[in-house]
């Protein structure tokens, strides 16, 4: 009994005298305690102690005050078990009040109801015992008692052999073993994490070595072993797997058969490794560094798929049928998985949510408090993570909070990869705490751990030990381990090894021995080992590994509490999670608000040219490059702030592949996210720019054109994050993304003087229709120019006029060019039939498409001159025909431009002759109509061999594609036989384009888990 004990005993006893204890009496006891031998403090002095605490006259008074608060408040709750005991050896000598005293005793101590009930089971437990019996008191009323009998009997394992006179015993679990000689009893404390055990019998029983006195408590902590007299083994886990079986938890069993996996072009790898491991082991892989520990548990826990050979939980293929696996197998890498931005409770909050589907908010927030106050987390609980470079808890504390997300929803296989690493000592002892309290509740835990102290190798059940080139060369007992490979080393002439002491329990002496160099003349060791990893394989091989697996069939998987909430509350966390991560950056917000507005004035300052003092928007020759820049902003916003969005989870992702969380529902709060900060970004750009540019009127269609670009630019920078490994690769990636958008825009370059091999010149080519920066330019150059409140009075009618004034100036004189050599060519004596035949066709095209419209009579011969006969008569009508309509075509002129006058009358009348100036100069601009109207264009149409193309004044042309192909800067688009305003069909085509990048965002993160799409389920649902 150390100090701190003996003096707690001091501070109780007194303390129990104002509970009309006998003072004489507890001099005695005193005087009982520190009589024995096996007392190494001073009797005398802690007597004296005590007569000065009675005898004070606070405490005489009643105003006595300990120093460290009630008595025993400082003591942990192991020092107050054993204080707990002592007082049970001392009062038992009382029969008639001691009993009575006792609990009053354990009450002032600070021991729980149910701990008491279950140390007084223990220490009344007798050789010839058959139940237990609990005196009467005060202390445990009979709710606790009755509550204990039903939920604690578990605590108490009786082990006994043939020969033992209590071979049953009431509310504990029994079980027969043989080499006893009697019987041995363990009780279990969670509140301590282990148990205390004694022994009743007449034989050797060793406890560590040491003998196991008859009638004594002893604490068994994990990786304890109890050997019999017959040499058999009982280790803590044995007792762990009793008392979980008697609980009626699910066991589970993880068979590993034959695993192997070997790197691409090396031998590096995991070689032949086979074992069976159970529930309520804490399992440690120990070897040197890049041995392969880490490649091993990622074979294990399914994220690596081996080459050859299974991996079992319960007879389901972890690699094959993972889904039947789901909430079963948790995993914590050796990198830190939180969210940086979030604090301490919100990283846990978050997680709990996506853990428990059928938890209310109140429930979910009840099991996180509690999860942070065990992990010691609740006092930094609002802390903000934060990241290497930015420190704001400790490397201890992120890693129980790391491993506290997984232990949240108390997974039935828990793999971590060294956990204790960078870690002081005392939290590494804190984490395998942890480890070994969620073990001890019936889990399996393997861990991947570098170099253990002592103290903590000897909280493992079971070693697995990994040599360079991932050979295993152990697996067994830890405290067996030196003592194997001291044996092995021995015999193959390692003299040095086998000098090992043999009660010494030092990881580093296993990786000593294994990795012990060969020494050459001068006595210097040389880079050969003694032992090769080969050697030590062949060596486990043949005394290890089993030679066969038997693999049992399926049996049923733990139930945990784990609940996946369904798609639309992952959706609602995930939105939440990262929208609060986001704003808790605030630089990076800061940024993505400022940076809108910082570009909208750069563009819109440099881009506000006026030829004089004043400015005028109708002289600035700079808004076509306004238009374009503007799309190119959107653009690159758009791409900046999604590109790093998926690849920046990718650890999160890594983390909760193991929950099977709808990576649909993730997706959609990206996209949600990204989408409303797009919104936001270009309603700023947008209001800034066109304040300074003087665009008025067109605000809310420029938002419009620009948020659907920046929306489609943030599922193209989805996608790139999704796919890319490396943020250097993305950022590589996006001007290949952002230059053909630029140059094939219809700006920097125009369409028709491109690669022949790519362009007609009679539409925009595919390429260009394949690019959202076309899309988006046009909508807003048309939309510039025929919607501004000046031009949108008179567009109507100088669409008339251009349409007219074309056909009568240059499509009809054109066609009687052709009339005429077609009557030249006749006249020749050579055959030239082919030729007319041509020039045939070529005007029947034309006058079947100027049919079309309602003010253009049909020609009645035009079926003579599809068929390209020519003769005297037809000639006659044609020119006739063409006469007739060219004369329709000039009248058309004229009232389109009376049309227009009249218009600019009622303007005029409006407004007056300076208000209409002033209209024009503020809202049309000429540099725009320049481009537009391609005023200089020499060329005013082209002709190809069955057609003659406008390509003078393109945004006064109507096409005629049936499904909305045009040329650039139409001011419509004839789609399903029917014109939409080119800025709507741009922007339904862009929202197309976004569309399609969404579903491939949806199929390649759903090919990465395996799983089929959600979009594909909700479109089946409906068409079937």
């Given at each position: 009994?150390?100090?701190?004990?003996?003096?707690?005993?001091?501070?109780?006893?007194?303390?129990?005298?104002?509970?009309?204890?006998?003072?004489?009496?507890?001099?005695?006891?005193?005087?009982?305690?520190?009589?024995?031998?096996?007392?190494?403090?001073?009797?005398?002095?802690?007597?004296?102690?005590?007569?000065?605490?009675?005898?004070?006259?606070?405490?005489?008074?009643?105003?006595?005050?300990?120093?460290?608060?009630?008595?025993?408040?400082?003591?942990?709750?192991?020092?107050?078990?054993?204080?707990?005991?002592?007082?049970?050896?001392?009062?038992?000598?009382?029969?008639?009040?001691?009993?009575?005293?006792?609990?009053?005793?354990?009450?002032?101590?600070?021991?729980?109801?149910?701990?008491?009930?279950?140390?007084?089971?223990?220490?009344?437990?007798?050789?010839?015992?058959?139940?237990?019996?609990?005196?009467?008191?005060?202390?445990?009323?009979?709710?606790?008692?009755?509550?204990?009998?039903?939920?604690?009997?578990?605590?108490?394992?009786?082990?006994?052999?043939?020969?033992?006179?209590?071979?049953?015993?009431?509310?504990?679990?029994?079980?027969?073993?043989?080499?006893?000689?009697?019987?041995?009893?363990?009780?279990?404390?969670?509140?301590?994490?282990?148990?205390?055990?004694?022994?009743?019998?007449d034989r050797q029983v060793l406890i560590e070595d040491e003998p196991l006195m008859v009638g004594l408590s002893y604490c068994f902590k994990p990786g304890s072993s109890i050997t019999l007299s017959n040499g058999e083994q009982i280790r803590y886990d044995?007792?762990?797997?009793?008392?979980?079986?008697?609980?009626?938890?699910?066991?589970?069993?993880?068979?590993?058969?034959?695993?192997?996996?070997?790197?691409?072009?090396?031998?590096?790898?995991?070689?032949?490794?086979?074992?069976?491991?159970?529930?309520?082991?804490?399992?440690?892989?120990?070897?040197?560094?890049?041995?392969?520990?880490?490649?091993?548990?990622?074979?294990?826990?399914?994220?690596?798929?081996?080459?050859?050979?299974?991996?079992?939980?319960?007879?389901?293929?972890?690699?094959?049928?993972?889904?039947?696996?789901?909430?079963?197998?948790?995993?914590?890498?050796?990198?830190?998985?939180?969210?940086?931005?979030?604090?301490?409770?919100?990283?846990?909050?978050?997680?709990?949510?996506?853990?428990?589907?059928?938890?209310?908010?109140?429930?979910?927030?009840?099991?996180?408090?509690?999860?942070?106050?065990?992990?010691?987390?609740?006092?930094?609980?609002?802390?903000?993570?934060?990241?290497?470079?930015?420190?704001?808890?400790?490397?201890?504390?992120?890693?129980?909070?790391?491993?506290?997300?997984?232990?949240?929803?108390?997974?039935?296989?828990?793999?971590?990869?060294?956990?204790?690493?960078g870690l002081s000592s005392n939290d590494s002892v804190m984490v395998l705490n942890l480890l070994r309290n969620l073990a001890d509740a019936g889990k399996l835990v393997v861990v991947n751990i570098h170099q253990p102290s002592e103290r903590l190798f000897?909280?493992?059940?079971?070693?697995?030990?990994?040599?360079?080139?991932?050979?295993?060369?152990?697996?067994?007992?830890?405290?067996?381990?030196?003592?194997?490979?001291?044996?092995?080393?021995?015999?193959?002439?390692?003299?040095?090894?086998?000098?090992?002491?043999?009660?010494?329990?030092?990881?580093?002496?296993?990786?000593?021995?294994?990795?012990?160099?060969?020494?050459?003349?001068?006595?210097?060791?040389?880079?050969?080992?003694?032992?090769?990893?080969?050697?030590?394989?062949?060596?486990?091989?043949?005394?290890?590994?089993?030679?066969?697996?038997?693999?049992?069939?399926?049996?049923?998987?733990?139930?945990?509490?784990?609940?996946?909430?369904?798609?639309?509350?992952?959706?609602?966390?995930?939105?939440?999670?990262?929208?609060?991560?986001?704003?808790?950056?605030?630089?990076?917000?800061?940024?993505?608000?400022?940076?809108?507005?910082?570009l909208g004035l750069i563009l819109s300052f440099f881009i506000k040219y006026s030829p004089g003092n004043d400015y005028i928007f109708a002289a600035n020759r700079n808004i076509p490059a306004f238009i374009f820049m503007s799309v190119i902003v959107s653009?690159?916003?758009?791409?900046?702030?999604?590109?790093?969005?998926?690849?920046?989870?990718?650890?999160?992702?890594?983390?909760?592949?193991?929950?099977?969380?709808?990576?649909?529902?993730?997706?959609?709060?990206?996209?949600?996210?990204?989408?409303?900060?797009?919104?936001?970004?270009?309603?700023?750009?947008?209001?800034?720019?066109?304040?300074?540019?003087?665009?008025?009127?067109?605000?809310?269609?420029?938002?419009?054109?620009?948020?659907?670009?920046?929306?489609?630019?943030?599922?193209?920078?989805?996608?790139?994050?999704?796919?890319?490994?490396?943020?250097?690769?993305?950022?590589?990636?996006?001007?290949?993304?952002?230059?053909?958008?630029?140059?094939?825009?219809?700006?920097?370059?125009?369409?028709?003087?491109?690669?022949?091999?790519?362009?007609?010149?009679?539409?925009?080519?595919?390429?260009?229709?394949?690019?959202?920066?076309?899309?988006?330019?046009?909508?807003?150059?048309?939309?510039?120019?025929?919607?501004?409140?000046?031009?949108?009075?008179?567009?109507?009618?100088?669409?008339?006029?251009?349409?007219?004034?074309?056909?009568?100036?240059?499509?009809?004189?054109?066609?009687?060019?052709?009339?005429?050599?077609?009557?030249?060519?006749?006249?020749?004596?050579?055959?030239?039939?082919?030729?007319?035949?041509?020039?045939?066709?070529?005007?029947?095209?034309?006058?079947?498409?100027?049919?079309?419209?309602?003010?253009?009579?049909?020609?009645?011969?035009?079926?003579?001159?599809?068929?390209?006969?020519?003769?005297?008569?037809?000639?006659?009508?044609?020119?006739?025909?063409?006469?007739?309509?060219?004369?329709?075509?000039?009248?058309?002129?004229?009232?389109?431009?009376?049309?227009?006058?009249?218009?600019?009358?009622?303007?005029?009348?409006?407004?007056?002759?300076?208000?209409?100036?002033?209209?024009?100069?503020?809202?049309?601009?000429?540099?725009?109509?320049?481009?537009?109207?391609?005023?200089?264009?020499?060329?005013?149409?082209?002709?190809?061999?069955?057609?003659?193309?406008?390509?003078?004044?393109?945004?006064?042309?109507?096409?005629?594609?049936?499904?909305?192909?045009?040329?650039?800067?139409?001011?419509?688009?004839?789609?399903?036989?029917?014109?939409?305003?080119?800025?709507?069909?741009?922007?339904?085509?862009?929202?197309?384009?976004?569309?399609?990048?969404?579903?491939?965002?949806?199929?390649?993160?759903?090919?990465?888990?395996?799983?089929?799409?959600?979009?594909?389920?909700?479109?089946?649902?409906?068409?079937?």
């Open positions: 009994m150390d100090k701190n004990i003996a003096i707690g005993l001091i501070d109780t006893l007194a303390d129990l005298t104002r509970k009309d204890w006998d003072i004489e009496q507890c001099r005695s006891i005193i005087q009982s305690f520190f009589s024995s031998p096996e007392f190494d403090v001073n009797g005398e002095e802690l007597l004296k102690q005590f007569d000065s605490i009675i005898n004070s006259e606070s405490f005489v008074s009643g105003n006595f005050k300990h120093d460290a608060g009630l008595p025993c408040e400082t003591m942990t709750t192991e020092q107050r078990i054993e204080l707990a005991i002592a007082f049970y050896n001392v009062l038992s000598s009382y029969p008639e009040s001691g009993h009575q005293k006792l609990f009053t005793a354990w009450n002032v101590i600070g021991i729980q109801p149910e701990d008491a009930i279950c140390l007084y089971h223990f220490l009344s437990f007798g050789p010839s015992a058959n139940q237990f019996q609990l005196p009467g008191n005060s202390f445990i009323s009979q709710d606790v008692l009755e509550g204990w009998e039903q939920n604690n009997s578990n605590r108490m394992i009786l082990l006994y052999d043939e020969n033992s006179p209590a071979q049953e015993l009431d509310k504990a679990l029994c079980e027969k073993r043989t080499g006893l000689g009697g019987n041995l009893l363990f009780a279990y404390f969670h509140s301590i994490g282990c148990y205390i055990v004694k022994y009743h019998g044995d007792i762990t797997r009793i008392r979980l079986l008697g609980s009626g938890v699910q066991p589970v069993k993880l068979v590993v058969q034959d695993l192997e996996f070997t790197f691409p072009g090396s031998n590096q790898g995991i070689k032949p490794f086979s074992t069976v491991e159970e529930s309520g082991r804490v399992v440690g892989i120990l070897g040197g560094s890049g041995v392969g520990k880490s490649t091993l548990l990622n074979l294990l826990s399914g994220k690596l798929k081996p080459h050859r050979g299974k991996v079992l939980i319960n007879g389901y293929d972890v690699h094959n049928e993972s889904h039947k696996l789901m909430g079963v197998v948790g995993f914590v890498p050796q990198d830190d998985l939180l969210i940086e931005n979030l604090s301490v409770y919100q990283n846990m909050l978050f997680n709990a949510r996506l853990c428990f589907g059928n938890y209310s908010r109140k429930q979910v927030r009840e099991l996180v408090d509690s999860t942070l106050k065990s992990l010691d987390l609740w006092e930094i609980r609002n802390l903000k993570v934060g990241n290497a470079l930015d420190k704001v808890i400790s490397g201890g504390q992120r890693k129980r909070l790391n491993i506290g997300l997984e232990l949240l929803r108390e997974p039935a296989v828990l793999f971590l990869d060294e956990p204790t690493s000897r909280m493992f059940d079971r070693l697995w030990v990994l040599d360079k080139g991932g050979y295993p060369v152990y697996v067994g007992n830890p405290t067996e381990a030196v003592g194997y490979f001291r044996e092995k080393s021995a015999r193959v002439g390692n003299l040095v090894a086998s000098a090992v002491q043999k009660k010494r329990v030092n990881p580093e002496d296993i990786l000593d021995i294994i990795e012990q160099r060969q020494v050459d003349r001068s006595g210097s060791f040389t880079v050969n080992r003694k032992v090769s990893p080969e050697e030590w394989y062949r060596l486990y091989r043949e005394s290890i590994q089993p030679k066969t697996i038997e693999i049992e069939g399926k049996t049923a998987l733990p139930q945990g509490k784990f609940r996946l909430p369904d798609v639309i509350k992952q959706l609602n966390v995930f939105t939440k999670r990262n929208l609060l991560s986001k704003l808790a950056n605030r630089q990076y917000m800061l940024l993505n608000i400022m940076e809108p507005v910082v653009l690159f916003l758009g791409l900046s702030v999604s590109a790093e969005e998926i690849i920046g989870d990718r650890r999160i992702l890594e983390r909760e592949s193991f929950l099977n969380l709808s990576r649909f529902s993730y997706i959609n709060s990206k996209v949600l996210y990204l989408f409303g900060l797009s919104a936001i970004q270009m309603l700023l750009f947008v209001g800034v720019s066109l304040t300074i540019i003087g665009v008025k009127g067109l605000t809310l269609k420029y938002w419009l054109v620009l948020f659907s670009s920046a929306c489609f630019a943030n599922m193209l920078g989805l996608i790139i994050s999704s796919v890319m490994k490396s943020v250097v690769a993305i950022y590589i990636t996006i001007p290949l993304l952002l230059v053909p958008q630029i140059l094939l825009s219809g700006t920097v370059v125009d369409f028709d003087n491109l690669n022949s091999s790519l362009t007609r010149r009679v539409y925009v080519p595919v390429i260009g229709d394949v690019m959202t920066s076309r899309w988006a330019y046009e909508a807003l150059a048309v939309t510039q120019y025929m919607d501004n409140r000046y031009e949108k009075n008179f567009f109507d009618a100088e669409i008339q006029l251009s349409r007219a004034a074309f056909r009568a100036s240059f499509l009809i004189p054109r066609l009687q060019v052709k009339l005429e050599e077609c009557v030249r060519l006749d006249d020749l004596d050579e055959d030239r039939s082919a030729d007319i035949s041509r020039h045939l066709r070529f005007i029947a095209n034309e006058i079947e498409h100027l049919a079309q419209s309602d003010d253009v009579p049909q020609f009645e011969l035009l079926g003579e001159l599809k068929k390209g006969q020519f003769y005297d008569q037809l000639a006659f009508e044609l020119n006739g025909y063409l006469l007739y309509i060219k004369k329709l075509f000039q009248e058309q002129q004229r009232a389109a431009t009376a049309k227009r006058d009249s218009v600019y009358m009622v303007l005029k009348g409006q407004l007056g002759d300076d208000g209409v100036y002033k209209l024009k100069q503020g809202n049309h601009n000429t540099a725009l109509a320049e481009w537009v109207l391609r005023s200089n264009e020499v060329t005013k149409y082209l002709e190809t061999d069955n057609r003659l193309i406008q390509k003078a004044e393109p945004i006064y042309m109507l096409p005629d594609h049936p499904f909305g192909r045009a040329q650039l800067y139409a001011p419509y688009k004839y789609f399903n036989g029917q014109y939409i305003k080119t800025i709507w069909f741009n922007i339904i085509a862009i929202w197309l384009f976004t569309i399609a990048l969404y579903t491939l965002l949806n199929l390649i993160n759903n090919k990465k888990t395996g799983r089929v799409p959600v979009l594909w389920r909700v479109i089946g649902k409906f068409t079937r």
